[in-house]
């Protein structure tokens, strides 16, 4: 069982900058895929970024692509998701997951946080 938990949204204007920290309960952390979705209102939770195991590969969705960066640290439990260059596009609720089955798809993830809140204004 893991429990995700994140932290860092908020408010910010557009091209500003923000991180997001999920942090994660479980001896078994560094054995999962991590992945942020995030949901806009009146849209379908879409994936935008996840991270392997050891941390050596990394996915993007496009619209994120060259502008968010994910990491994990695994001695601390924790995966990070930078997110630079904001538009008010990426405003949305962010939650982190976590899997041992693939990348892309939410139904491959078994945890989810409860999401926190980014709010990009123009």
């Known amino acids: 069982q893991v429990q995700l938990v994140e932290s860092g949204g908020g408010l910010v204007q557009a091209g500003g900058s923000l991180r997001l920290s999920c942090a994660a309960s479980?001896?078994?952390?560094?054995?999962?895929?991590m992945g942020w979705f995030r949901q806009a209102p009146g849209k379908d939770r879409e994936f935008v970024a996840a991270?392997?195991?050891?941390?050596?590969?990394?996915y993007y969705a496009d619209s994120v692509k060259g502008r968010f960066a994910i990491s994990r640290d695994n001695a601390k439990n924790t995966v990070y998701l930078k997110m630079n260059s904001l538009k008010p596009e990426d405003t949305a609720v962010y939650y982190c997951?976590?899997?041992?089955?693939?990348?892309?798809?939410?139904?491959?993830?078994?945890?989810w946080g409860q999401g926190t809140q980014v709010t990009v204004s123009s």
């Open positions: 997951a976590a899997n041992n089955r693939g990348v892309h798809y939410q139904d491959d993830y078994d945890y």
């Open positions: 991270i392997m195991w050891s941390g050596g590969y990394t």
């Open positions: 479980g001896r078994t952390f560094s054995s999962y895929i």
